[in-house]
Nanobody, 125 residues
């Protein structure tokens, strides 16, 4: 069992930066691939980024590539999402998720085993 708690969301202006954090419980954090997803009102949950368990390889959605950076600190049981050059279309509730058997190609929400409650990011024009 893994419990995930996101933090760091807020209201910012276009062009600003935010760093989201996701703290995980349990001693097996390093064995999970970790992903970030987002969901805007009236839209489906969409993949944002994933980081693998051991090598720390990353993959991003085209819409955030070059602006967002996912990272993890296994000693702190935490995964981060650094978001730069934010745009109004980045406005959404952001969720972190853990995938026990996933990897670099785990970009689909149903593949993930555990989810946080989400943190709201609002970007004004």
């Amino acid at each position: 069992q893994v419990q995930l708690v996101e933090s760091g969301g807020g209201l910012v202006q276009a062009g600003d930066s935010l760093r989201l954090s996701c703290a995980a419980s349990g001693r097996t954090f390093s064995t999970y691939a970790m992903g970030w997803f987002r969901q805007a009102p009236g839209k489906e949950r969409e993949f944002v980024a994933v980081i693998t368990r051991s090598t720390g390889q990353t993959r991003y959605a085209d819409s955030v590539k070059g602006r967002f950076t996912i990272s993890r600190d296994n000693a702190k049981n935490t995964v981060y999402l650094q978001m730069d050059s934010l745009k109004p279309e980045d406005t959404a509730n952001y969720y972190c998720a853990a995938n026990r058997y996933g990897g670099l190609f785990s970009t689909s929400a149903p593949e993930y085993d555990y989810w946080g409650q989400g943190t709201q990011v609002t970007v004004s024009a």
